[in-house]
């Protein structure tokens, strides 16, 4: 078995493994240069050789235990016809949602048009099934794509005023969002990934009272399908404000944590397998100092079934020495 899965499977404390939210990705010199000779980041996600080589760039580079193929929570958008364009220094723009013609998309339409992720994740965890470690596939949480679908930019602090103002639009995209997340899933794990990740990242921009209706149930109901396929499933519900509740109703089999909360309370209060908290500015100071901020998670997890990793993505000013002495010191502990 991988130590990701005696982890998030067998709860065993023994293991720490580690992979880093992000880790493909413009950190990297190796990425960078690839980057440049590809100006467009859709077709760059659907060019399944280079998307291949993205991934498992920092698998050559760093003993990693997993994978995490180089796509985009955004393919899924893309995948129903919504335009989807990555501009510089400003991030996502999404077109207009016709919701009448993205009801007639089907399951073979989706496929077809993100079909080379499939073929990446194929081709990586062939690879990492040799090395004994794990592909994780990944999706944006109903919420999260929810709010980049119907605002068409990143919300950064809010979302737009009238975001909530058509019921009815919200209600339908947020089933056809549940729909095609399965197909998505069913898919990244008949091609080879082992591990699902759900990214709420836009967790923290609700009230409490909303939860229900735009966390809990949606999310529930995918960590069921992705359990009703064997494959075991981590949520990060980020900057949500009961960590806690959020595990006892959605249950999935690990929780990632964001580094605004109190790991110490999370190891007290929670019962399920963590996954991450550090903050990635850490890894721009210096040696001294993140190797305190390390052992400090590692202390605070020694009898908890716990998989290293930030508490959100790496920053792109991040030293690559700096990830390769973190990556020492999880090992050496
Ligand atoms: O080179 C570039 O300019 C593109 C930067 C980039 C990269 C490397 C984007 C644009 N996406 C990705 C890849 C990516 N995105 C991965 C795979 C690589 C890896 O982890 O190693 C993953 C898992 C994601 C997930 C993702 N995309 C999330 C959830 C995680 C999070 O950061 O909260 C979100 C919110 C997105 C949307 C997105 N894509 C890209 C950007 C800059 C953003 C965020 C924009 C915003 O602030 O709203």
């Known amino acids: 078995m991988t130590p990701l899965h005696e982890v998030i499977i067998n709860k065993k404390t023994n293991v720490k493994p580690i992979w880093i939210m992000r880790q493909a990705g413009r950190y990297l010199p190796e990425f960078r240069e690839i980057r440049k000779e590809n100006p467009n980041f859709v077709e760059l996600c659907l060019n399944h050789k280079l998307s291949s080589q993205i991934t498992l760039q920092p698998i050559n580079r760093f003993d990693l235990d997993a994978a995490i193929i180089f796509s985009d929570i955004l393919m899924l958008p893309y995948g129903l016809n919504q335009k989807v364009e990555f501009k510089k220094n400003f991030g996502p723009v999404l077109g207009d949602l016709n919701i009448s013609l993205m009801s007639k998309i089907d399951e073979i339409d989706f496929v077809k048009k993100i079909y080379p992720v499939y073929k990446a994740i194929k081709i990586v965890s062939s690879k990492m099934n040799l090395e004994n470690k794990n592909t994780i596939g990944f ?193 050496d502990h």
Not at 159 to 170: A, G, H, Q, T
Not at 215 to 242: A, G, H, M, Q
Not at 274 to 300: A, F, H, R
């Open 139 to 331: 999706v944006g949480a109903p919420w999260t794509l929810l709010v980049y679908m119907i605002n068409q930019q990143s919300p950064k602090k809010n979302v737009k005023k009238n975001f909530f103002k058509d019921e009815y639009l919200i209600n339908r995209v947020l089933l056809l969002i549940e729909k095609f997340l399965k197909i998505h899933i069913k898919n990244q794990i008949e091609n080879g990934a082992n591990v699902i990740q759900i990214f709420d990242s836009w967790a923290g921009l609700l009230e409490e009272r909303d939860y229900p209706n735009y966390i809990y149930t949606p999310t529930l109901n995918l960590v069921d399908y992705v359990r009703s396929l064997n494959v075991p499933v981590i949520c990060f519900p980020r900057e949500i404000k009961n960590y806690k509740e959020f595990c006892e109703i959605v249950k999935p089999d690990a929780v990632n944590i964001d580094y605004n909360v109190d790991p110490f309370m999370i190891s007290k209060n929670l019962k399920i397998p963590v996954q991450g908290g550090l903050d990635p500015k850490i890894l721009l100071t210096d040696q001294e100092n993140l190797k305190k901020e390390v052992l400090k998670y590692l202390d605070i997890f020694k009898d908890h079934p716990y998989v290293f990793n930030l508490g959100h993505g790496i920053l792109p000013e991040t030293n690559p020495e700096m990830v390769k002495f973190l990556i020492n010191i999880v090992r």
